[in-house]
């Protein structure tokens, strides 16, 4: 975990206001709503949001500088315990090491934890997992249950317009700590499902909707979905194929703004699945006494 310093641009010496402004700035460029599908972004926003929460608090970058607390707000079991422990029988292997500089490895702590000295105070391990939501659910928000390899049950609310990738934290929600230390945090990347009919561009819906020839002759009412349900739109006289109507504010909301875009509909225009003699008749009679041009206004040979 990098330095919170480093990662909020600050000094050692900032004022809180300073640590607050930096944290202000970087979370309003680095939001996962501005950078969809940038996985780089999405960590260092949430390795900004990680320091913010250890120097934001006077308490916790107090025990920080003091070396008491690491830069994701674990405690740092006391070197001294290091020093002593190497002097029993336990760490007899491991004398000769300097327990300011030398590196511990893993056989090393796992006998430490499991005779840890009193008070020490592990932080919970994060974890992380993935969770796969229809677009609509998505775009209107919707609670949803993950069972675990444990066996637990995590209930957890996926917000209104979240975007494919985003990731929520669940604070708290991750491995246990050691010695009364706070549980880590959950992770969950939301992966967004395809839709039959929804496009997503943004905070905009698209949605290509068929209609028939008396439709785009003559006009009518027409039913079409939206992600809030379905709607009645009118449909012009003398409509094409190609035709876009937009419905203002019928689009996803946007987490960052709460404004919501657009559905942008674009008519199809269906001729039956099969011309019969009636129809054809017609469109003889009619094209003799109405011809118009629709291929050499476009430069068409």
């Given at each position: 975990?990098?330095?919170?310093?480093?990662?909020?641009?600050?000094?050692?010496?900032?004022?809180?206001?300073?640590i607050k402004q930096a944290y202000r700035r970087l979370a309003k460029k680095?939001?996962?709503?501005?950078?969809?599908?940038?996985?780089?972004?999405?960590?260092?926003?949430?390795?900004?949001?990680?320091?913010?929460?250890?120097?934001?608090?006077?308490?916790?970058?107090?025990?920080?500088?003091?070396?008491?607390?690491?830069?994701?707000?674990?405690?740092?079991?006391?070197?001294?315990?290091?020093?002593?422990?190497?002097?029993?029988?336990?760490?007899?292997?491991?004398?000769?090491?300097?327990?300011?500089?030398?590196?511990?490895?893993?056989?090393?702590?796992?006998?430490?934890?499991?005779?840890?000295?009193?008070?020490?105070?592990?932080?919970?391990?994060?974890?992380?997992?993935?969770?796969?939501?229809?677009?609509?659910?998505?775009?209107?928000?919707?609670?949803?249950?993950?069972?675990?390899?444990?066996?637990?049950?995590?209930?957890?609310?996926?917000?209104?317009?979240?975007?494919?990738?985003?990731?929520?934290?669940?604070?708290?929600?991750?491995?246990?700590?050691?010695?009364?230390?706070?549980?880590?945090?959950?992770?969950i990347e939301i992966r967004i499902r395809a839709h039959p009919q929804f496009?997503?561009?943004?905070?905009?819906?698209?949605?290509?909707?068929?209609?028939?020839?008396?439709?785009?002759?003559?006009?009518?009412?027409?039913?079409?979905?939206?992600?809030?349900?379905?709607?009645?739109?009118?449909?012009?006289?003398?409509?094409?194929?190609?035709?876009?109507?937009?419905?203002?504010?019928?689009?996803?909301?946007?987490?960052?703004?709460?404004?919501?875009?657009?559905?942008?509909?674009?008519?199809?225009?269906?001729?039956?699945?099969?011309?019969?003699?009636?129809?054809?008749?017609?469109?003889?009679?009619?094209?003799?006494?109405?011809?118009?041009?629709?291929?050499?206004?476009?430069?068409?040979?």
């Amino acid at each position: 975990m990098r330095d919170p310093y480093d990662v909020l641009g600050v000094p050692r010496g900032a004022s809180p206001e300073e640590i607050k402004q930096a944290y202000r700035r970087l979370a309003k460029k680095l939001h996962p709503d501005l950078n969809p599908g940038n996985p780089r972004i999405e960590q260092t926003f949430k390795e900004v949001a990680v320091a913010h929460d250890l120097l934001g608090d006077p308490q916790k970058r107090a025990r920080f500088d003091r070396g008491e607390i690491d830069a994701s707000g674990a405690e740092q079991p006391r070197r001294s315990y290091y020093r002593s422990y190497a002097q029993g029988n336990w760490g007899a292997r491991y004398r000769g090491l300097d327990g300011e500089d030398s590196f511990f490895d893993d056989e090393l702590f796992g006998d430490l934890f499991r005779g840890r000295a009193p008070g020490t105070r592990i932080r919970g391990a994060d974890v992380a997992y993935a969770a796969e939501v229809d677009l609509v659910e998505a775009a209107t928000g919707i609670k949803r249950r993950l069972t675990l390899s444990d066996g637990k049950t995590l209930e957890f609310a996926i917000p209104a317009g979240t975007e494919d990738g985003q990731t929520l934290r669940l604070k708290g929600q991750g491995r246990p700590g050691l010695g009364g230390a706070p549980a880590g945090d959950a992770f969950i990347e939301i992966r967004i499902r395809a839709h039959p009919q929804f496009r997503r561009d943004g905070d905009d819906v698209h949605l290509d909707l068929a209609v028939t020839l008396q439709e785009a002759v003559l006009g009518g009412s027409v039913e079409l979905p939206t992600v809030d349900g379905k709607v009645t739109i009118r449909i012009p006289k003398g409509v094409n194929t190609g035709t876009v109507m937009r419905l203002k504010g019928k689009g996803i909301v946007n987490q960052a703004t709460q404004k919501h875009g657009d559905q942008i509909v674009t008519l199809k225009v269906v001729l039956p699945s099969a011309i019969d003699r009636e129809l054809g008749e017609f469109m003889e009679r009619w094209g003799r006494n109405h011809p118009y041009d629709v291929r050499g206004k476009k430069g068409e040979a």
